[in-house]
Each structure stands twice: as C-alpha cells, then as structure tokens.
C-alpha cells in the first residue's frame, strides 16, 4: 500500500495534527528569532570593527570630547552602546579636566550597569531556542507514541496484523520523531552558537571598558591629578591617627 503525505495526513488524528501544527509553529518561531539574532549581531560587529579602533585613537590622544561623540554615533554597536552610556553618566564629573578616584569608582559602576542591561538584550531570544531545543524531541515522542496507538487500532479495526492495517499510523509516528528531531537540531545549533558569540561579545566590551577606565586612572596619575589624589590619599589616612590620638 503506498501512502503519501497527503493520505498520512488525511488518515492523522485530530491530536496527531495538534502536534504537528505545534511543531511547525516552534520551528518558524525558533528559526526567526535565529535569523533575527544573527543580524542584529552582524550589524552590531561591523559597527564595533569600526568603532573600537577610531575610540582607542581618541583615548590615546586624550580626546575625550571625540571619544563621547562617538560612542554615541554608533548605535548598533554593543561596545559603542555600553561606553557611550556610561560616559554619558559621568561625563559631567570628568569633563572639568580633573579626574577623582571617586570619578573612577563611579565610571566602573557606570560601566557595570550599561553591561548588564546589554548582556540582558544580548540574550534576548536565547531561552525560545532553548526550550525549543530541549522539548521538540518530546512533542515528536508524543506524536510518536499516539502514531504508535492509532496503528494498533487499526489492526484491531480491521482485524488483521498486516503491514496495510498499520501503515497508516506507523508512518504517522515515524513523521512525528523525525519533524521532532528536525525542528530540535538546528535550535540546539544556534543556541550554542549564539551562546559563544556572546561570550566574545562580553570579552570586547569587557576589554574596552577597562580601556576607558585605564585612560581615566592615567588622569588620576597626571600631574594636577595626582596631588588631588595623594591629597584624598592623605586624609583618608590621617583620620584613623586623628581619633587615636
């Protein structure tokens, strides 16, 4: 007997199609949020590969004017995102010529947070390919084990344990394993994919974070900050004698 997909689905109980639907549904949901992920962070890579070298530049020349500008022109950029927040926090307390370790502790902080809430974007999407990863395999199973029960009952049906009697719901539980392995596989892909990528992500902001803040505590080491600093220094230390004196 020769079956086609037209006739298994014709044939496919009402909960057999359920399942299929539901496993359509998770693979289009699963491979947009991919394809929408991988572009934005394409686009958000080209920017930072121009970005990152052009900040760097203005940092060693102590431009921080052109620095901030900057950061705020790349809006795609996750580094651009994250500096450009954070400088616009502090760049009041910095943009008088003097830095404080208190300017310092404050851009960290400042930093801190901006990479927090782009890690939070970042990962946006990242549990849809999760769970679509981890149940697809089981909804097919599902498919699977009722494929399995409407082929007994049509061997009960019929009365007969012929290949015809059974056709019908083996195929319908081969499909339903195979349509769930199918919309599993590339989830599982992209998440680990997806999940190394923004590990690289997060070192890129990291690394040129810390840049930022270099540049701010070589302004502390400066000449006019470093006697503001040793004089901070100073007090701090000499508080301690005053009360034990």
């Known amino acids: 007997m020769n079956l086609d997909f037209a006739e298994i689905w014709t044939k496919t109980p009402p909960f057999g199609k359920f399942l299929w639907v539901v496993l359509l549904f998770m693979s289009v949901w699963s491979l947009s949020v991919a394809i929408s992920k991988w572009w934005n962070l394409r686009k958000a890579q080209k920017e930072t590969i121009k970005f990152a070298p052009e900040f760097s530049q203005f940092l060693e020349e102590d431009n921080l004017t052109e620095a901030i500008k900057l950061a705020e022109g790349y809006k795609k950029s996750h580094v651009a995102r994250v500096l450009g927040g954070a400088l616009g926090e502090v760049k009041p307390l910095i ?24 890690m939070v974007t970042l990962k946006r999407g990242l549990a849809v390919l999760a769970t679509v990863g981890a149940t697809a395999p089981f909804v097919g199973l599902l498919g699977t084990v009722f494929g399995i029960i409407n082929a007994f009952r049509g061997m009960a049906t019929s009365g007969s344990a012929g290949i015809g009697a059974v056709s019908a719901g083996i195929a319908e539980a081969l499909i339903a394993t195979g349509f769930g392995l199918i919309v599993a596989i590339p989830a599982v892909w992209f998440y680990n994919y997806f999940t190394t990528k923004l590990d690289n992500l997060t070192a890129e902001m990291t690394y040129t974070s810390k840049e930022m803040i270099d540049y701010l505590i070589k302004g502390v080491s400066g000449e006019f900050g470093r006697s503001r600093f040793t004089r901070e220094f100073n007090t701090q230390v000499q508080t301690p004698g005053a009360v034990s004196q």
Do not use: F, H
């Open 95 to 118: 943009m008088d010529g003097s830095v404080t370790v208190s300017d310092i502790n404050t851009a960290e902080r400042a930093v801190e947070r901006e990479m927090l809430m782009e």
